[in-house]
């Protein structure tokens, strides 16, 4: 990618974009979130002067949308649990070092969002465990684990249990 400066000469920088930096959606190919030619407006992440190299990033421009959504939502109490986070419910219950888990809150959100099961570690604390956010479809469900493990060990726990989901 070139870099222009303000009046459009190019500056001689060449910038990279990974793919990873394009959007807070998964990326399957390049031309699904930009085209040959298209001009951007990216955020400058890294600097590399002996390379004479930039590091862009698209995505860290837009606010994330999973932050907006947890802050936004109107969540209620659990009417019924989607079978598949049910299904997760069952697989972290059976990992050692769980002690438990129990469905929280649960919310709808305005349009679809994920098609798969998602599952996010929020920054939410509590004194026996994790607070656990799924995700599917239009639904948002809460999850409260009661747990010993560390946060690194939870998210390996999640990273199987999802594996087992999908």
């Known amino acids: 990618m070139s870099i222009y400066n303000q009046q459009g000469q190019p500056t001689g920088v060449q910038g990279l974009l990974h793919k990873s930096e394009m959007s807070?959606?998964?990326?399957?190919?390049?031309?699904?979130?930009?085209q040959t030619g298209q001009v951007l407006d990216v955020k400058v992440v890294s600097v590399d002067i002996a390379r004479c190299r930039v590091g862009l990033s698209l995505k860290q421009l837009q606010q994330d949308p999973l932050q907006t959504t947890l802050d936004s939502v109107q969540w209620k109490e659990t009417a019924q649990v989607l079978p598949e986070i049910q299904q997760m419910v069952s697989l972290l219950q059976l990992t050692p070092g769980i002690n438990s888990v129990a469905v929280g809150r649960q919310a709808e959100e305005p349009h679809i969002v994920a098609q798969d099961v998602e599952l996010y570690l929020t920054k939410q604390s509590t004194d026996n465990g994790f607070t656990l956010v799924a995700r599917m479809g239009k639904m948002l469900q809460e999850l409260l684990v009661d747990t010993a493990l560390s946060k690194d060990d939870m998210k390996k726990a999640l990273t199987r249990?999802?594996?087992?989901v999908r």
Not at 24 to 34: G, H, K, N, P, R
Not at 161 to 164: R, T
């Open 24 to 34: 807070w959606d998964l990326v399957m190919t390049v031309d699904d979130v930009v």
């Open 161 to 164: 249990v999802l594996s087992h």
